[in-house]
């Protein structure tokens, strides 16, 4: 069974802490995703890579950075953690091509709350 | 990246059909629709991929007209765990695109 496979259920972290997310894929997609999910807003694009090493910025960048060093992970990082960066965390991936198999295939999901 | 128009939510009854549908006015030639199901507390899933007319799989159906402005996802005989948000997504995979998920429509089913 295809798997995206994120590290951390539950987190909870302090204010202004560096805080590193991680997203494991075993499908050996060429795409990642990583979105925020809050009440009433929907998902929301943080980044995303189509490549090693390469990254494009979604529509809520502010206040987080990626990186991308092997094709299979994926790591979204709070420079400095704010309480307003409390929310649900979600990584994807999906392979490329005019047709892609199954869309995103998504992981279960990381809580993180900052306090 | 194409925008998409849902209603917020809606009821229906246990065994029975439901219908939702999206709007999607200015897609692209090259666009397919997708629709994702997510459960609380966990990432949406893969329901079912169309480009036009009609697709069918073993949890619902694609309608597709053939202007390709609107799409109608079909849940058979809905039963109470099928209650989640059904999200219609319009692009395509290839290279870096990548595709907009909106607020989604929370589909509750009543017993």
């Known amino acids: 069974d295809v798997k995206v496979t994120q590290s951390s259920r539950y987190l909870v972290k302090r204010t202004g802490e560096k805080v590193f997310l991680e997203c494991v894929q075993d499908?050996?997609?060429?795409?990642m995703f990583w979105y925020r999910q809050d009440p009433g807003l929907g998902l929301r694009l943080i980044y995303f890579s189509y490549d090693v090493k390469m990254k494009e910025k979604g529509d809520i960048p502010e206040g987080y950075s990626v990186s991308r060093e092997k094709k299979e992970r994926f790591s979204l990082i709070l420079e400095s953690a704010s309480t307003n960066q409390t929310s649900m965390y979600l990584c994807?991936?999906?392979?490329?091509?005019?047709?892609?198999?199954?869309?995103?295939?998504f992981g279960s999901g990381t809580r993180l709350t900052v306090v | 990246l194409a925008k998409t128009t849902q209603p917020i939510s809606m009821d229906s009854y246990e065994g029975q059909e439901v219908n939702i549908t999206c709007s999607h006015n200015?897609?692209?030639?090259?666009?397919?629709i997708t629709w994702y199901q997510q459960f609380p507390s966990q990432g949406p899933r893969f329901i079912i991929q169309?480009?036009?007319t009609k697709v069918t799989n073993e949890v619902a159906s694609l309608f597709i007209p053939a202007d390709r402005k609107s799409s109608t996802l079909s849940l058979p005989r809905v039963s109470l765990s099928d209650t989640a948000v059904y999200y219609c997504?319009?692009?395509?995979?290839?290279?870096?695109?990548?595709?907009?998920f909106g607020k989604g429509n929370q589909v509750v089913v009543i017993p």
């Open positions: 169309g480009y036009k």
């Open positions: 499908m050996d997609h060429e795409n």
């Open positions: 200015n897609i692209a030639t090259n666009d397919y």
């Open positions: 994807a991936s999906s392979s490329q091509g005019p047709f892609g198999d199954y869309g995103y295939t």
């Open positions: 997504l319009v692009g395509w995979y290839y290279g870096n695109n990548r595709l907009a």
